[in-house]
């Protein structure tokens, strides 16, 4: 079962930010964007098969099917769930502010910039938990860093993308953010990691759950 979560978590995120790049971003930023979001996602979930139906069918035809976990149906299912799913969370984001998108436009901006900071902070807690369960610090900052690269490049000035509410305060104090603004991201970065460390947890065989296991034990 837990493939399958990770493939669909994985290809929601990658269809949610190449929407914003399509949206928002410079015709040289989103394929710089997609190609950092994709390397991140794959360093997170490296049995995935890029969160790509076809590609998962070109491996599977090639025969390197000791790697594939999982029933091929069901990982293309999860990749086009997934993928759906992102597409009606980017046009929700889209159309809030007032992009030509079909539906009624949601004008506040400080709700619009909160839910980009809720869904890049998904995006990035995914990612960071999903290598630091693997117990590599350079592959934790890799795909950590990836994923922050692309958040920021598809969102543009749509949003805070730093998508920590230290910076956020930082930026507070320092007058180049409003105080209501810091307050709304803050929230929405917190629930947006809490939202993201459910889909890791949901992604984690039961009987792999044993105490102990997570946080990973520090070396004495």
């Not at 995120?13 to 710089?32: D, K, R, V, Y």
């Not at 436009?105 to 980009?116: T, V």
């Not at 993308?161 to 910076?167: G, H, I, L, R, Y």
């Not at 507070?172 to 460390?197: E, N, R």
């Amino acid at each position: 079962m837990k493939e399958y979560v990770n493939e669909g978590a994985g290809a929601l995120i990658l269809t949610l930010l190449t929407a914003f790049g399509q949206a928002w971003a410079s015709e040289t930023a989103l394929p710089t964007a997609y190609g950092a979001a994709l390397a991140a996602l794959m360093l997170a979930v490296p049995t995935s098969a890029g969160f790509n139906p076809a590609l998962a069918a070109a491996e599977y035809l090639a025969g390197d099917r000791e790697r594939l976990t999982g029933f091929l149906p069901y990982r293309m299912a999860a990749h086009l769930l997934g993928a759906v799913l992102g597409a009606v969370l980017a046009a929700f984001a889209v159309r809030c502010f007032g992009t030509p998108v079909s539906g009624a436009l949601l004008p506040d901006d400080l709700f619009c910039n909160s839910f980009l900071a809720g869904l890049g902070a998904l995006a990035l807690a995914f990612g960071y938990l999903h290598t630091s369960a693997g117990g590599s610090p350079p592959l934790r900052a890799a795909a950590t860093g990836l994923i922050a690269f692309a958040a920021a490049s598809v969102m543009n000035i749509q949003a805070i993308a730093a998508f920590n509410p230290a910076v956020y305060l930082g930026l507070a104090v320092s007058g180049m953010l409003a105080w209501d603004v810091f307050w709304a991201a803050s929230v929405a970065t917190f629930i947006g990691a809490a939202a993201g460390a459910s889909l890791f947890l949901l992604a984690r065989e039961r009987a792999e759950q044993t105490p102990g296991q997570w946080p990973p034990p520090r070396p004495l």
